[in-house]
Protein backbone atom coordinates (compact mmCIF):
# COMPACT_ATOMS: atom_id res chain seq x y z
CA UNK A 1 0.00 0.00 0.00
CA UNK A 2 1.27 3.31 -1.09
CA UNK A 3 -0.85 5.04 1.28
CA UNK A 4 -3.78 4.64 4.32
CA UNK A 5 -3.73 2.64 7.47
CA UNK A 6 -2.50 -0.91 7.63
CA UNK A 7 -2.35 -2.87 10.39
CA UNK A 8 1.17 -4.08 10.85
CA UNK A 9 4.15 -6.31 12.75
CA UNK A 10 6.72 -4.24 14.50
CA UNK A 11 9.28 -5.90 12.03
CA UNK A 12 6.59 -4.98 9.14
CA UNK A 13 6.27 -1.08 10.48
CA UNK A 14 9.98 -1.22 10.82
CA UNK A 15 10.87 -2.03 6.76
CA UNK A 16 8.19 0.35 6.16
CA UNK A 17 9.68 3.11 7.72
CA UNK A 18 12.90 1.96 5.93
CA UNK A 19 11.20 2.31 2.58
CA UNK A 20 9.34 5.46 3.03
CA UNK A 21 13.26 6.49 4.41
CA UNK A 22 14.63 5.44 0.31
CA UNK A 23 16.03 2.65 1.87
CA UNK A 24 18.53 0.60 -1.37
CA UNK A 25 20.16 -1.96 0.24
CA UNK A 26 19.10 -4.81 2.85
CA UNK A 27 20.62 -7.35 4.32
CA UNK A 28 20.11 -10.14 7.32
CA UNK A 29 20.67 -13.46 8.26
CA UNK A 30 17.41 -14.81 9.78
CA UNK A 31 16.84 -14.82 13.56
CA UNK A 32 13.50 -14.76 15.36
CA UNK A 33 12.77 -12.19 16.64
CA UNK A 34 14.10 -10.05 13.73
CA UNK A 35 13.52 -12.21 10.53
CA UNK A 36 10.17 -10.77 9.16
CA UNK A 37 12.10 -7.14 8.41
CA UNK A 38 14.24 -8.14 4.97
CA UNK A 39 11.11 -10.85 4.60
CA UNK A 40 8.86 -8.24 4.34
CA UNK A 41 11.49 -6.15 2.31
CA UNK A 42 12.23 -9.26 0.26
CA UNK A 43 8.62 -9.02 -1.06
CA UNK A 44 8.89 -5.74 -2.43
CA UNK A 45 12.20 -5.46 -3.55
CA UNK A 46 12.05 -6.11 -7.15
CA UNK A 47 8.69 -3.71 -7.78
CA UNK A 48 10.48 -0.90 -5.41
CA UNK A 49 14.11 -1.26 -7.17
CA UNK A 50 15.82 -2.27 -3.25
CA UNK A 51 18.61 -5.02 -3.37
CA UNK A 52 18.00 -7.48 -0.52
CA UNK A 53 19.76 -10.44 0.69
CA UNK A 54 19.57 -13.29 3.04
CA UNK A 55 23.69 -13.31 3.59
CA UNK A 56 25.14 -16.65 4.80
CA UNK A 57 25.95 -15.14 8.06
CA UNK A 58 25.21 -11.79 10.43
CA UNK A 59 29.19 -10.43 9.87
CA UNK A 60 28.74 -10.42 6.18
CA UNK A 61 25.10 -9.29 6.35
CA UNK A 62 26.65 -5.97 7.71
CA UNK A 63 29.72 -6.03 5.65
CA UNK A 64 27.78 -5.53 2.56
CA UNK A 65 25.34 -3.45 3.99
CA UNK A 66 28.44 -1.35 5.55
CA UNK A 67 29.99 -1.07 2.22
CA UNK A 68 26.67 0.32 0.42
CA UNK A 69 26.69 3.19 2.83
CA UNK A 70 29.62 3.97 2.23
CA UNK A 71 29.38 3.95 -1.46
CA UNK A 72 26.55 6.33 -0.77
CA UNK A 73 23.07 4.46 -0.82
CA UNK A 74 21.23 3.72 2.07
CA UNK A 75 21.18 0.28 3.95
CA UNK A 76 19.94 -1.81 6.32
CA UNK A 77 21.15 -4.98 8.14
CA UNK A 78 18.99 -6.29 10.62
CA UNK A 79 19.74 -9.35 13.33
CA UNK A 80 18.78 -10.48 16.07
CA UNK A 81 20.88 -9.43 19.62
CA UNK A 82 23.05 -12.62 19.30
CA UNK A 83 23.58 -11.89 15.64
CA UNK A 84 25.72 -8.58 16.70
CA UNK A 85 28.05 -10.85 17.87
CA UNK A 86 28.95 -12.59 14.91
CA UNK A 87 28.96 -8.92 13.33
CA UNK A 88 31.30 -7.00 16.05
CA UNK A 89 34.43 -6.55 14.23
CA UNK A 90 32.91 -5.11 11.34
CA UNK A 91 30.50 -2.99 13.79
CA UNK A 92 33.26 -1.47 15.81
CA UNK A 93 35.51 -0.38 12.67
CA UNK A 94 32.31 1.33 11.29
CA UNK A 95 32.17 4.37 13.77
CA UNK A 96 35.66 4.37 13.17
CA UNK A 97 35.15 5.16 9.04
CA UNK A 98 31.87 6.76 9.39
CA UNK A 99 29.52 6.26 6.79
CA UNK A 100 28.32 8.47 3.45
CA UNK A 101 24.77 7.78 3.41
CA UNK A 102 22.65 5.85 5.87
CA UNK A 103 23.51 2.85 7.40
CA UNK A 104 20.57 1.45 10.32
CA UNK A 105 21.88 -1.54 12.15
CA UNK A 106 18.41 -3.55 13.56
CA UNK A 107 19.15 -5.28 16.51
CA UNK A 108 16.32 -6.97 17.58
CA UNK A 109 16.83 -8.38 21.24
CA UNK A 110 15.03 -10.67 23.17
CA UNK A 111 14.75 -10.23 27.06
CA UNK A 112 13.09 -13.20 29.03
CA UNK A 113 14.80 -15.38 25.77
CA UNK A 114 11.87 -16.64 24.23
CA UNK A 115 14.16 -17.83 21.43
CA UNK A 116 17.37 -17.57 22.37
CA UNK A 117 20.19 -18.94 24.30
CA UNK A 118 20.51 -15.41 26.22
CA UNK A 119 19.50 -11.98 26.93
CA UNK A 120 22.15 -9.47 25.83
CA UNK A 121 21.27 -6.07 26.00
CA UNK A 122 22.96 -4.70 22.75
CA UNK A 123 22.50 -1.01 24.14
CA UNK A 124 26.01 -1.79 25.45
CA UNK A 125 27.06 -2.22 22.39
CA UNK A 126 26.88 1.36 21.11
CA UNK A 127 28.27 2.66 24.89
CA UNK A 128 31.48 -0.25 23.17
CA UNK A 129 31.53 0.90 19.68
CA UNK A 130 30.24 4.40 19.95
CA UNK A 131 27.36 4.06 17.98
CA UNK A 132 24.27 5.74 18.74
CA UNK A 133 21.43 3.96 19.90
CA UNK A 134 17.80 4.45 19.72
CA UNK A 135 14.63 2.41 20.51
CA UNK A 136 11.00 3.25 20.20
CA UNK A 137 8.87 3.41 23.19
CA UNK A 138 5.75 2.69 21.91
CA UNK A 139 5.27 0.16 18.92
CA UNK A 140 3.02 3.03 17.34
CA UNK A 141 6.13 5.07 16.96
CA UNK A 142 8.19 2.14 14.99
CA UNK A 143 7.92 2.51 11.53
CA UNK A 144 8.60 6.73 12.57
CA UNK A 145 11.56 5.94 14.93
CA UNK A 146 12.14 3.96 12.02
CA UNK A 147 12.17 6.67 9.05
CA UNK A 148 14.31 8.85 11.64
CA UNK A 149 17.14 6.88 12.21
CA UNK A 150 17.97 7.06 8.16
CA UNK A 151 18.00 10.73 8.41
CA UNK A 152 19.86 10.81 11.30
CA UNK A 153 22.47 8.37 10.34
CA UNK A 154 22.71 10.33 7.03
CA UNK A 155 23.14 13.60 8.41
CA UNK A 156 25.88 12.45 11.16
CA UNK A 157 27.34 10.07 8.57
CA UNK A 158 27.95 7.39 11.32
CA UNK A 159 25.83 4.11 11.78
CA UNK A 160 22.97 4.35 14.07
CA UNK A 161 21.64 1.00 15.94
CA UNK A 162 17.89 0.52 15.66
CA UNK A 163 17.34 -1.66 18.99
CA UNK A 164 14.29 -3.26 19.48
CA UNK A 165 12.84 -6.49 21.32
CA UNK A 166 10.52 -9.33 20.96
CA UNK A 167 7.51 -7.71 22.33
CA UNK A 168 8.26 -4.51 19.98
CA UNK A 169 8.76 -6.88 16.93
CA UNK A 170 5.79 -9.15 17.15
CA UNK A 171 3.02 -6.99 18.52
CA UNK A 172 0.71 -5.96 15.48
CA UNK A 173 -1.24 -2.27 15.54
CA UNK A 174 -2.52 0.48 12.77
CA UNK A 175 0.02 2.37 11.01
CA UNK A 176 -0.58 4.92 8.95
CA UNK A 177 1.42 4.85 5.92
CA UNK A 178 3.50 7.68 4.31
CA UNK A 179 4.86 8.01 0.66
CA UNK A 180 6.97 5.62 -0.74
CA UNK A 181 10.77 7.03 -1.68
CA UNK A 182 12.59 5.90 -4.73
CA UNK A 183 15.60 4.31 -3.36
CA UNK A 184 18.82 5.80 -5.02
CA UNK A 185 20.68 2.22 -5.36
CA UNK A 186 23.75 3.02 -7.38
CA UNK A 187 26.35 4.95 -5.64
CA UNK A 188 29.50 6.29 -6.68
CA UNK A 189 32.67 5.19 -4.09
CA UNK A 190 35.27 7.77 -3.83
CA UNK A 191 38.83 6.25 -2.55
CA UNK A 192 40.33 7.41 0.39
CA UNK A 193 42.78 5.13 1.54
CA UNK A 194 43.06 7.33 4.73
CA UNK A 195 39.89 6.78 6.00
CA UNK A 196 38.81 3.50 5.00
CA UNK A 197 41.90 1.31 5.65
CA UNK A 198 41.86 1.38 9.16
CA UNK A 199 46.22 0.50 9.96
CA UNK A 200 47.13 1.81 13.44
CA UNK A 201 48.27 5.37 11.67
CA UNK A 202 44.92 6.05 10.13
CA UNK A 203 42.69 4.22 13.01
CA UNK A 204 44.57 6.42 15.63
CA UNK A 205 43.45 9.75 13.75
CA UNK A 206 40.03 8.58 13.14
CA UNK A 207 39.33 7.22 16.51
CA UNK A 208 39.90 11.48 17.43
CA UNK A 209 37.51 12.16 14.90
CA UNK A 210 35.02 9.77 15.87
CA UNK A 211 35.03 10.86 19.33
CA UNK A 212 34.40 13.87 17.67
CA UNK A 213 31.34 12.87 16.03
CA UNK A 214 30.19 11.08 19.48
CA UNK A 215 30.51 14.66 20.71
CA UNK A 216 28.05 16.09 18.45
CA UNK A 217 25.89 12.96 17.95
CA UNK A 218 25.19 13.51 21.92
CA UNK A 219 24.34 17.49 21.46
CA UNK A 220 21.66 16.55 18.38
CA UNK A 221 20.29 13.74 20.30
CA UNK A 222 19.18 16.04 23.00
CA UNK A 223 16.86 17.13 20.16
CA UNK A 224 15.39 13.74 19.29
CA UNK A 225 11.87 14.25 18.70
CA UNK A 226 11.24 10.70 20.19
CA UNK A 227 12.20 12.23 23.64
CA UNK A 228 9.84 14.14 25.79
CA UNK A 229 9.92 15.50 28.80
CA UNK A 230 5.96 15.15 30.55
CA UNK A 231 4.12 15.99 33.69
CA UNK A 232 6.06 17.85 36.61
CA UNK A 233 6.92 16.75 40.06
CA UNK A 234 9.43 16.52 42.40
CA UNK A 235 10.53 12.82 41.66
CA UNK A 236 11.47 12.05 38.13
CA UNK A 237 10.58 8.43 36.71
CA UNK A 238 13.33 7.95 33.34
CA UNK A 239 11.86 5.02 31.19
CA UNK A 240 13.47 3.86 28.44
CA UNK A 241 12.07 2.34 25.31
CA UNK A 242 9.00 -0.24 25.71
CA UNK A 243 9.40 0.53 29.44
CA UNK A 244 8.06 4.18 29.20
CA UNK A 245 4.13 2.19 27.85
CA UNK A 246 4.62 0.00 31.11
CA UNK A 247 5.27 3.04 33.57
CA UNK A 248 2.59 4.99 31.51
CA UNK A 249 -0.09 2.39 32.16
CA UNK A 250 1.40 2.00 35.91
CA UNK A 251 0.98 5.56 37.05
CA UNK A 252 -2.40 5.66 35.10
CA UNK A 253 -3.46 2.63 37.51
CA UNK A 254 -1.30 3.66 40.80
CA UNK A 255 -3.41 7.13 40.05
CA UNK A 256 -0.34 9.09 40.66
CA UNK A 257 0.54 10.29 37.07
CA UNK A 258 -0.91 14.25 37.69
CA UNK A 259 2.18 14.21 40.57
CA UNK A 260 5.20 12.65 38.69
CA UNK A 261 7.74 13.88 35.60
CA UNK A 262 8.45 11.02 33.08
CA UNK A 263 11.35 12.00 30.76
CA UNK A 264 10.37 9.37 27.91
CA UNK A 265 13.61 8.35 26.74
CA UNK A 266 14.31 6.95 23.03
CA UNK A 267 18.02 7.57 22.75
CA UNK A 268 19.31 5.43 25.44
CA UNK A 269 22.61 5.64 23.90
CA UNK A 270 24.72 8.34 24.47
CA UNK A 271 22.64 9.95 27.01
CA UNK A 272 21.66 13.07 26.17
CA UNK A 273 23.33 15.82 28.66
CA UNK A 274 21.07 18.50 27.41
CA UNK A 275 18.32 16.84 28.19
CA UNK A 276 19.16 14.98 31.48
CA UNK A 277 19.61 18.55 32.82
CA UNK A 278 16.27 19.87 31.20
CA UNK A 279 14.41 16.57 32.49
CA UNK A 280 16.48 16.91 36.33
CA UNK A 281 15.17 20.40 37.45
CA UNK A 282 13.43 20.90 40.13
CA UNK A 283 13.70 17.13 40.79
CA UNK A 284 14.88 15.66 44.70
CA UNK A 285 14.53 12.27 43.18
CA UNK A 286 15.20 9.83 40.51
CA UNK A 287 13.55 6.26 39.34
CA UNK A 288 15.35 4.34 35.92
CA UNK A 289 13.26 1.49 34.81
CA UNK A 290 14.60 -0.31 31.86
CA UNK A 291 15.13 -3.82 30.23
CA UNK A 292 17.96 -5.79 31.08
CA UNK A 293 20.88 -3.79 32.15
CA UNK A 294 21.30 -0.58 33.80
CA UNK A 295 22.56 1.11 30.92
CA UNK A 296 20.76 4.51 31.34
CA UNK A 297 21.19 4.62 34.99
CA UNK A 298 25.20 4.01 34.73
CA UNK A 299 25.60 7.06 32.49
CA UNK A 300 22.72 8.85 34.40
CA UNK A 301 25.00 8.40 37.89
CA UNK A 302 28.18 8.78 36.02
CA UNK A 303 26.97 12.26 34.12
CA UNK A 304 25.58 13.36 37.54
CA UNK A 305 28.83 12.94 39.26
CA UNK A 306 30.14 15.05 36.79
CA UNK A 307 28.01 18.34 36.76
CA UNK A 308 28.12 17.94 40.93
CA UNK A 309 24.45 16.97 41.35
CA UNK A 310 23.70 15.18 43.98
CA UNK A 311 20.33 13.35 43.96
CA UNK A 312 19.03 9.79 45.08
CA UNK A 313 18.56 7.44 41.90
CA UNK A 314 17.33 4.62 42.35
CA UNK A 315 17.11 1.76 39.52
CA UNK A 316 17.91 -1.85 39.08
CA UNK A 317 17.61 -2.11 43.25
CA UNK A 318 13.63 -1.63 42.43
CA UNK A 319 13.21 -3.03 38.95
CA UNK A 320 15.58 -6.08 38.48
CA UNK A 321 17.77 -6.97 35.93
CA UNK A 322 16.68 -10.17 34.11
CA UNK A 323 13.68 -10.88 31.45
CA UNK A 324 11.43 -8.45 29.67
CA UNK A 325 9.35 -5.33 31.78
CA UNK A 326 5.79 -6.39 32.79
CA UNK A 327 3.11 -3.92 33.75
CA UNK A 328 3.57 -6.02 37.24
CA UNK A 329 7.47 -4.82 37.60
CA UNK A 330 6.77 -1.40 36.87
CA UNK A 331 3.62 -1.60 39.58
CA UNK A 332 6.10 -2.73 41.87
CA UNK A 333 8.54 -0.45 41.27
CA UNK A 334 6.76 2.67 40.81
CA UNK A 335 4.76 1.40 44.50
CA UNK A 336 8.15 0.99 46.62
CA UNK A 337 9.43 4.20 44.89
CA UNK A 338 6.79 6.34 45.28
CA UNK A 339 5.54 4.84 48.56
CA UNK A 340 1.74 4.09 47.27
CA UNK A 341 -0.07 0.65 47.94
CA UNK A 342 -1.30 -1.39 45.09
CA UNK A 343 -3.09 -4.80 45.07
CA UNK A 344 -0.58 -7.28 42.88
CA UNK A 345 -1.86 -8.79 39.53
CA UNK A 346 -2.81 -12.06 39.64
CA UNK A 347 -0.24 -13.96 37.51
CA UNK A 348 -1.47 -15.24 34.16
CA UNK A 349 -0.77 -18.97 35.37
CA UNK A 350 -3.17 -18.73 37.99
CA UNK A 351 -5.91 -17.45 36.08
CA UNK A 352 -5.66 -19.92 33.35
CA UNK A 353 -8.52 -22.92 33.18
CA UNK A 354 -7.66 -26.42 34.23
CA UNK A 355 -8.21 -27.70 30.55
CA UNK A 356 -5.10 -25.78 29.14
CA UNK A 357 -2.15 -28.50 29.58
CA UNK A 358 1.67 -27.95 29.04
CA UNK A 359 2.90 -28.53 25.67
CA UNK A 360 6.39 -28.28 25.37
CA UNK A 361 7.97 -27.57 21.45
CA UNK A 362 8.68 -30.83 19.88
CA UNK A 363 9.57 -31.74 16.13
CA UNK A 364 6.82 -31.94 13.44
CA UNK A 365 5.52 -34.99 11.95
CA UNK A 366 6.88 -36.15 9.40
CA UNK A 367 10.37 -34.32 10.25
CA UNK A 368 13.36 -35.66 8.47
CA UNK A 369 15.16 -34.82 12.02
CA UNK A 370 13.25 -37.73 13.57
CA UNK A 371 14.28 -40.88 12.11
CA UNK A 372 17.81 -39.65 12.20
CA UNK A 373 17.85 -39.27 16.05
CA UNK A 374 16.05 -42.42 16.40
CA UNK A 375 18.70 -44.31 14.70
CA UNK A 376 21.31 -42.02 16.96
CA UNK A 377 19.21 -42.91 20.34
CA UNK A 378 19.46 -46.59 19.41
CA UNK A 379 23.44 -46.39 18.48
CA UNK A 380 24.56 -44.70 20.94
CA UNK A 381 22.43 -47.17 23.23
CA UNK A 382 23.94 -49.87 21.75
CA UNK A 383 27.51 -48.08 22.35
CA UNK A 384 27.08 -47.84 25.65
CA UNK A 385 25.97 -51.10 26.41
CA UNK A 386 29.52 -52.14 24.50
CA UNK A 387 31.69 -48.97 25.96
CA UNK A 388 29.74 -48.14 29.30
CA UNK A 389 29.30 -44.64 27.97
CA UNK A 390 27.80 -42.86 25.47
CA UNK A 391 28.83 -41.00 22.25
CA UNK A 392 29.03 -37.17 23.43
CA UNK A 393 26.45 -35.42 20.66
CA UNK A 394 27.56 -31.51 20.48
CA UNK A 395 24.12 -29.79 18.90
CA UNK A 396 23.82 -26.46 17.64
CA UNK A 397 21.46 -23.33 16.85
CA UNK A 398 18.07 -24.52 14.80
CA UNK A 399 14.71 -27.08 15.33
CA UNK A 400 17.08 -30.18 16.09
CA UNK A 401 18.11 -28.84 19.17
CA UNK A 402 14.55 -29.96 20.22
CA UNK A 403 16.89 -33.63 20.28
CA UNK A 404 17.55 -32.86 23.30
CA UNK A 405 14.45 -34.24 24.80
CA UNK A 406 13.51 -37.34 25.50
CA UNK A 407 13.48 -40.01 23.90
CA UNK A 408 16.34 -39.07 21.74
CA UNK A 409 18.75 -37.21 23.78
CA UNK A 410 21.24 -36.40 21.57
CA UNK A 411 22.29 -33.02 22.40
CA UNK A 412 24.57 -32.32 24.84
CA UNK A 413 25.51 -29.18 24.37
CA UNK A 414 24.68 -25.95 22.07
CA UNK A 415 25.99 -23.17 22.93
CA UNK A 416 26.42 -20.81 19.81
CA UNK A 417 25.70 -20.94 15.90
CA UNK A 418 28.62 -23.81 14.25
CA UNK A 419 29.64 -24.26 18.14
CA UNK A 420 28.43 -27.74 17.72
CA UNK A 421 31.59 -28.56 15.20
CA UNK A 422 34.11 -26.39 17.06
CA UNK A 423 32.93 -28.25 19.89
CA UNK A 424 33.69 -31.51 18.97
CA UNK A 425 36.95 -30.66 17.59
CA UNK A 426 37.78 -29.23 21.59
CA UNK A 427 36.49 -32.79 22.64
CA UNK A 428 38.37 -34.79 20.95
CA UNK A 429 41.55 -34.02 21.69
CA UNK A 430 41.28 -34.23 25.42
CA UNK A 431 38.02 -36.98 25.41
CA UNK A 432 39.38 -40.34 24.83
CA UNK A 433 36.74 -43.10 25.88
CA UNK A 434 34.59 -42.49 23.15
CA UNK A 435 33.43 -40.69 19.74
CA UNK A 436 32.31 -37.20 19.19
CA UNK A 437 28.85 -36.32 17.33
CA UNK A 438 28.73 -33.51 16.20
CA UNK A 439 25.17 -32.31 14.85
CA UNK A 440 24.60 -29.20 12.83
CA UNK A 441 21.75 -28.14 10.20
CA UNK A 442 22.34 -26.71 7.14
CA UNK A 443 21.58 -23.35 7.36
CA UNK A 444 24.06 -22.92 10.53
CA UNK A 445 26.56 -24.88 7.99
CA UNK A 446 27.24 -22.22 5.83
CA UNK A 447 26.63 -19.57 8.52
CA UNK A 448 29.58 -20.55 10.74
CA UNK A 449 29.92 -24.60 10.27
CA UNK A 450 33.16 -24.45 7.54
CA UNK A 451 35.96 -22.58 9.37
CA UNK A 452 35.45 -25.40 12.21
CA UNK A 453 35.25 -28.27 10.26
CA UNK A 454 38.32 -26.82 7.77
CA UNK A 455 39.89 -26.58 11.53
CA UNK A 456 39.40 -30.31 12.05
CA UNK A 457 41.01 -31.63 8.75
CA UNK A 458 44.10 -28.88 9.18
CA UNK A 459 44.51 -30.62 12.53
CA UNK A 460 43.14 -33.81 12.14
CA UNK A 461 40.15 -34.11 15.06
CA UNK A 462 38.54 -37.60 14.31
CA UNK A 463 35.07 -37.04 14.69
CA UNK A 464 31.56 -37.26 13.13
CA UNK A 465 29.61 -34.67 11.78
CA UNK A 466 25.93 -34.69 10.63
CA UNK A 467 24.82 -32.18 8.50
CA UNK A 468 21.15 -31.76 8.57
CA UNK A 469 19.91 -30.74 5.49
CA UNK A 470 16.38 -29.67 5.12
CA UNK A 471 17.16 -27.14 2.07
CA UNK A 472 16.02 -24.04 4.00
CA UNK A 473 16.67 -21.94 7.32
CA UNK A 474 13.59 -23.67 9.07
CA UNK A 475 13.27 -22.98 12.32
CA UNK A 476 12.69 -19.25 11.24
CA UNK A 477 10.39 -19.59 8.65
CA UNK A 478 12.14 -21.31 5.50
CA UNK A 479 13.78 -18.64 4.42
CA UNK A 480 16.61 -19.92 1.66
CA UNK A 481 20.15 -20.35 1.93
CA UNK A 482 23.52 -21.20 -0.20
CA UNK A 483 22.18 -24.98 -0.68
CA UNK A 484 18.43 -23.78 -1.18
CA UNK A 485 18.51 -22.94 -4.92
CA UNK A 486 16.79 -19.64 -4.84
CA UNK A 487 17.59 -16.05 -3.29
CA UNK A 488 16.06 -13.75 -0.51
CA UNK A 489 13.33 -12.27 -3.71
CA UNK A 490 12.60 -16.10 -5.47
CA UNK A 491 15.28 -15.37 -8.48
CA UNK A 492 16.76 -19.06 -8.97
CA UNK A 493 20.71 -19.48 -7.56
CA UNK A 494 23.58 -21.49 -7.79
CA UNK A 495 22.85 -24.93 -5.19
CA UNK A 496 26.16 -25.27 -3.42
CA UNK A 497 26.10 -28.51 -1.78
CA UNK A 498 27.13 -29.43 1.76
CA UNK A 499 28.98 -32.75 0.47
CA UNK A 500 30.93 -30.18 -2.22
CA UNK A 501 32.09 -27.89 0.65
CA UNK A 502 33.22 -30.88 2.69
CA UNK A 503 35.20 -32.24 -0.01
CA UNK A 504 37.06 -29.05 -1.12
CA UNK A 505 37.73 -28.41 2.70
CA UNK A 506 39.88 -32.05 2.55
CA UNK A 507 37.32 -34.31 4.41
CA UNK A 508 37.99 -37.61 2.92
CA UNK A 509 34.83 -39.61 3.88
CA UNK A 510 31.74 -38.31 3.05
CA UNK A 511 28.32 -39.54 2.96
CA UNK A 512 24.67 -38.89 1.81
CA UNK A 513 21.65 -40.50 3.49
CA UNK A 514 18.16 -40.32 3.35
CA UNK A 515 16.74 -40.43 6.87
CA UNK A 516 13.62 -42.05 5.95
CA UNK A 517 15.49 -45.29 4.72
CA UNK A 518 16.15 -46.03 8.30
CA UNK A 519 17.96 -49.26 7.85
CA UNK A 520 20.42 -47.65 5.70
CA UNK A 521 21.13 -45.36 7.53
CA UNK A 522 21.87 -46.86 10.41
CA UNK A 523 24.16 -48.99 8.81
CA UNK A 524 26.16 -46.03 7.39
CA UNK A 525 26.18 -44.09 10.41
CA UNK A 526 27.28 -47.30 12.22
CA UNK A 527 30.61 -47.62 9.09
CA UNK A 528 31.26 -43.84 9.77
CA UNK A 529 31.99 -43.86 13.31
CA UNK A 530 34.21 -46.92 13.03
CA UNK A 531 36.00 -45.54 10.10
CA UNK A 532 36.56 -42.56 12.70
CA UNK A 533 37.43 -44.33 15.14
CA UNK A 534 39.92 -46.60 12.93
CA UNK A 535 41.24 -43.94 10.71
CA UNK A 536 41.57 -41.12 13.23
CA UNK A 537 40.11 -39.23 10.65
CA UNK A 538 36.96 -36.20 10.55
CA UNK A 539 33.94 -38.02 8.73
CA UNK A 540 31.12 -36.09 7.49
CA UNK A 541 27.33 -37.02 7.15
CA UNK A 542 24.57 -34.76 5.11
CA UNK A 543 21.32 -36.03 6.33
CA UNK A 544 18.70 -35.23 3.30
CA UNK A 545 15.31 -34.71 3.47
CA UNK A 546 12.50 -32.16 2.67
CA UNK A 547 11.29 -29.97 5.78
CA UNK A 548 7.76 -31.98 6.11
CA UNK A 549 6.19 -28.26 6.34
CA UNK A 550 7.13 -27.62 3.00
CA UNK A 551 6.78 -30.91 1.19
CA UNK A 552 3.15 -31.21 2.66
CA UNK A 553 2.77 -27.44 1.03
CA UNK A 554 4.35 -28.55 -2.35
CA UNK A 555 1.98 -31.87 -2.28
CA UNK A 556 -1.62 -29.79 -1.56
CA UNK A 557 0.07 -26.86 -4.37
CA UNK A 558 0.35 -29.53 -6.81
CA UNK A 559 -3.04 -30.60 -6.09
CA UNK A 560 -1.69 -34.02 -4.94
CA UNK A 561 -3.24 -36.05 -1.82
CA UNK A 562 -1.47 -36.70 0.73
CA UNK A 563 -1.69 -40.13 1.80
CA UNK A 564 -1.82 -40.87 5.54
CA UNK A 565 -1.31 -43.86 7.64
CA UNK A 566 -3.16 -46.08 9.70
CA UNK A 567 -2.21 -48.68 11.98
CA UNK A 568 -3.82 -52.33 11.58
CA UNK A 569 -5.93 -53.36 15.08
CA UNK A 570 -5.15 -57.06 14.63
CA UNK A 571 -1.13 -56.81 13.98
CA UNK A 572 -0.32 -54.24 16.55
CA UNK A 573 0.88 -56.04 19.89
CA UNK A 574 1.08 -52.40 21.62
CA UNK A 575 5.18 -52.16 21.93
CA UNK A 576 4.46 -48.28 21.90
CA UNK A 577 8.16 -48.25 19.58
CA UNK A 578 6.23 -45.71 16.99
CA UNK A 579 5.45 -43.39 19.90
CA UNK A 580 7.89 -43.92 22.35
CA UNK A 581 11.32 -44.64 20.89
CA UNK A 582 10.53 -43.06 17.66
CA UNK A 583 7.90 -40.29 19.25
CA UNK A 584 5.99 -39.07 16.26
CA UNK A 585 3.23 -36.39 17.60
CA UNK A 586 0.58 -38.05 15.33
CA UNK A 587 0.92 -41.22 16.78
CA UNK A 588 -0.74 -42.43 20.82
CA UNK A 589 -1.94 -45.34 22.56
CA UNK A 590 -5.47 -46.19 22.37
CA UNK A 591 -6.30 -45.47 25.49
CA UNK A 592 -4.46 -45.91 28.95
CA UNK A 593 -5.67 -49.57 28.82
CA UNK A 594 -4.98 -50.23 25.16
CA UNK A 595 -1.80 -49.67 24.56
CA UNK A 596 -2.63 -50.01 20.82
CA UNK A 597 -1.14 -47.56 18.09
CA UNK A 598 -3.45 -45.08 17.10
CA UNK A 599 -2.49 -42.19 14.28
CA UNK A 600 -4.31 -38.98 14.37
CA UNK A 601 -5.40 -38.45 10.47
CA UNK A 602 -5.12 -34.72 11.19
CA UNK A 603 -1.20 -34.79 12.34
CA UNK A 604 0.03 -37.48 9.86
CA UNK A 605 1.85 -36.14 7.07
CA UNK A 606 2.14 -39.56 5.36
CA UNK A 607 6.23 -39.47 5.70
CA UNK A 608 6.16 -43.38 5.94
CA UNK A 609 8.80 -43.60 8.55
CA UNK A 610 6.21 -45.48 11.41
CA UNK A 611 5.99 -48.37 8.61
CA UNK A 612 9.29 -48.92 8.17
CA UNK A 613 10.31 -49.33 12.03
CA UNK A 614 6.96 -51.40 13.07
CA UNK A 615 8.37 -54.70 14.05
CA UNK A 616 5.01 -56.14 13.31
CA UNK A 617 3.89 -54.31 9.89
CA UNK A 618 0.71 -53.00 11.45
CA UNK A 619 1.35 -49.68 10.26
CA UNK A 620 0.06 -49.44 6.28
CA UNK A 621 -1.22 -46.42 3.95
CA UNK A 622 -4.55 -45.79 3.50
CA UNK A 623 -4.80 -46.29 0.56
CA UNK A 624 -2.28 -48.43 -1.75
CA UNK A 625 0.50 -46.08 -2.90
CA UNK A 626 3.99 -46.87 -4.72
CA UNK A 627 5.94 -45.22 -1.53
CA UNK A 628 9.43 -44.58 -3.48
CA UNK A 629 7.62 -42.39 -6.16
CA UNK A 630 6.41 -40.73 -2.90
CA UNK A 631 9.14 -40.08 -1.27
CA UNK A 632 11.00 -39.18 -4.38
CA UNK A 633 8.08 -36.63 -4.78
CA UNK A 634 8.78 -35.45 -1.19
CA UNK A 635 12.40 -34.47 -1.48
Not at 451 to 472: E, G, K, M, Q, S
Amino acid sequence: MSSGIAVLLGNEAIARGAIEAGVAVATAYPGTPSTEIVESLAEVANELGIYVEWSVNEKVAFEVAYAAAIAGARSLVAMKHVGLNVAADPLMSSAYTGVEESFVIVSADDPSMWSSQNEQDNRIYGLHAYIPVIEPTTVFEVKEITRWAFEFSSKMKHPIILRTTTRISHTRVPIELGPIAKPVRRGKFEKNPDRYVLVPANARRLRLEMLERWRRIEEELAECPFNAIEGEGKELVIASGISYSYVDEALRILGVKDRVKVLKLASPVPLPRRLIEKAINGVERILVVEELEPVVEMQLRSMLSEMGIWIEVRGKDLVGIPYEMTLDRALKALSKFLGVDYVPLQPAAEREPDFVFPRPPQLCPGCPYRPLFYVLRKIANEYKAKRGVEPIFTGDIGCYTLGLNPPFRVQDTCVCMGASIGFANGFTHVVSDRIVIAIIGDSTFYHTGIPPLLNAVYNNAPFLTIVLDNHVTAMTGHQPHPGSGYRATGEPAKSIRVEDIAKALGVERIEVVDPFRVKDTEKIVKDLIEYVEREKKPALLVSRRSCALIAVRRALRSGRKVVRFVVDESLCRGCGICYTQFACPAIRPRSTEDRRAIIDPELCTGCTVCASICPFGAIKPSEPIDIDEWLSFWG
